[in-house]
């Protein structure tokens, strides 16, 4: 682990909300639902009893069969897919106000969509980044703050681990993931909680086998190089663990702070210092 991550990142600004959760009196809405983590985000909601689910992707291709399947094992529960892209604010803004007409009240955001496109920077950039920021700005401002069912609601962004620590071969992704978790470190502070009583928590996967690593294989060629030395390198996990790694975080992490959940381990907290730049005297 490198040192700037080995500490607590804590201070007077990082407010811990501890409180119980009951997922069971809940309803979250998850981006990118159809991908392979966010299907297993969404079979590990139903485990464990979660009262409704909005559903958003701007892929529909599989999203019947996978609700007709999950509705055989989970009778009972509510399930409601959304077609939209999270880059367009109309598109994303619907979403939120569809998922509260459908369920009445909303708890839990998942911001999960991400594409892996060194060619083209600018989706990365918007679908990872903007988008992410958007919609923590309307789920604080608007749609947890004045829809939560209960005391307190939570917006989960998934990072990476090459948020952490990036890597050479992809280095927008990489910096789209920093982003998400400067992102949740800021607007976990005291401030931004008490005006809203909304947790923001990011959760940054390891390699895990999802559709997503066929995009190494269309890397630019400047990067196709390091990004095969990566592939054969690299071990993957079951997108399972990132469901798993869900559950344990709504339960029990704090606001403002960010977890890992890779190479089949269950999820555990990273300890980032707040003021890690050392200054170079002028001698
Ligand atoms: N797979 C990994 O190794 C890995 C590692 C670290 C982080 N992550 C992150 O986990 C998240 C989920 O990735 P995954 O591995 O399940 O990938 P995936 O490709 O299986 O799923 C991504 C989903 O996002 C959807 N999506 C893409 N663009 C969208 C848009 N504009 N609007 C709405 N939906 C859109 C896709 O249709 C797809 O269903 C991403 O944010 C990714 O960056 C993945």
Known sequence: MPPI???????????????????????????????????????????????????????????????????????????????????????????????IDHFHHLDIVVNNAGVLDERNFERTLNINLIATIRSTYLAFNKYLKDFKGGDEAVVVNTSSIVGLMPYDCIPTYSLTKRGVITLGMVMGTKGHYERTKVKIITICPGGTETPMLDMYSDMPDELAEMSEGLMNESTFQSPEFLGKGLIKILHEATNGSVWICQNCQPATQVHIEKNNVLLKSKH
Do not use: H
């Open 5 to 99: 991550f080995s500490k607590w990142f804590k201070s007077k600004d990082n407010f811990i909300a501890e409180t119980m959760f009951p997922i069971s009196e809940k309803v979250a809405l998850v981006t990118g639902a159809l991908g392979g983590i966010g299907q297993e985000y969404i079979r590990a909601l139903l485990q464990n009893n979660i009262k409704g689910v909005a559903l958003v992707d701007i892929n529909d291709a599989c999203a019947e069969k996978f609700i007709e399947d999950l509705k055989k094992c989970f009778r009972g529960q509510r399930l409601f897919f959304i077609k939209a892209d999270v880059t367009d604010l109309q598109q994303l803004e619907d979403a939120y106000k569809k998922t």
